[in-house]
């Protein structure tokens, strides 16, 4: 995230669709790491990882040739929210599935 342009392995094409992808596969994960832990424990982890999208930005803004956004902080919360979703979305499909 921090390099001048993003891996070829990792670029989608777009830079948002980029930072949604790069923040709900962690927060996907980081949920479901964290399971029956509760409301409180799922608004630590998005803020951490928004925080973490922020910290970024803010080292971005000092690597030429990269640039801060607000933009890309929107679409990194973007991607928690959608990370979210994804999982509420399973453990309803899993728990539907069990019965």
Excluded at 17 to 32: E, Q, R, T, W
Excluded at 50 to 64: D, I, M, N, T, V
């Amino acid at each position: 995230m921090l390099l001048p342009q993003p891996p070829a392995a990792a670029d989608t094409g777009w830079d948002k669709l980029n930072h949604v992808l790069a923040f709900a596969g962690p927060c996907f994960a980081g949920l479901s790491a964290r399971a029956g832990r509760g409301w409180r424990s799922a608004g630590t982890l998005a803020l951490g990882l928004l925080l973490w999208g922020a910290s970024l930005e803010g080292l971005q803004g000092l690597l030429p040739p990269r640039s801060a956004e607000w933009l890309d902080l929107l679409a990194d919360a973007v991607g928690i929210a959608g990370g979210a979703l994804a999982y509420a979305s399973a453990r309803r499909l899993l728990r539907t599935a069990a019965g």
